[in-house]
């Protein structure tokens, strides 16, 4: 039994590893588009869809669009494209407190 309770305490590890490298990824990704985005602006050539952009936030990469935001001072003041984008955060927020702080009852 307690070889069976260590290869599942392995098996949660993994996973948790595996969701932060897709975490990584995604904001990694999410900030390279949002550069193409503002390299394409400044060349005058067609344009990722606001859609899209924040399709990525959707899936994760909220902090990374956030950060990507600042860095390269893109969509800063776009509406509704910022409200939107905060909106996604206060839900994944939300969630992310939901899911992992204990609540004595």
Known sequence: M????????????????GC???????N?????R????K?????G???IPEADL??????GGTPGALLARHLFRHKTRKQPFSTYLYLIGVVQLGLV?????????
Not at 34 to 37: A, G, K, L, N, S
Not at 39 to 43: E, K, M, S, V
């Open 28 to 32: 990694l990704w999410t900030m390279l």
């Open 2 to 17: 307690l070889i069976l309770g260590m290869g599942m305490e392995l098996a949660g590890m993994s996973l948790f590893i």
């Open 54 to 59: 924040l399709g990525l936030a959707i899936i």
């Open 20 to 26: 932060i490298a897709a975490l990584i990824i995604i």
């Open 34 to 37: 949002f550069w193409q985005d």
């Open 97 to 105: 407190v939901g899911i992992f702080v204990p609540v004595d009852l």
């Open 39 to 43: 390299a394409w602006a400044r060349q």
């Open 45 to 47: 050539e067609r344009r």
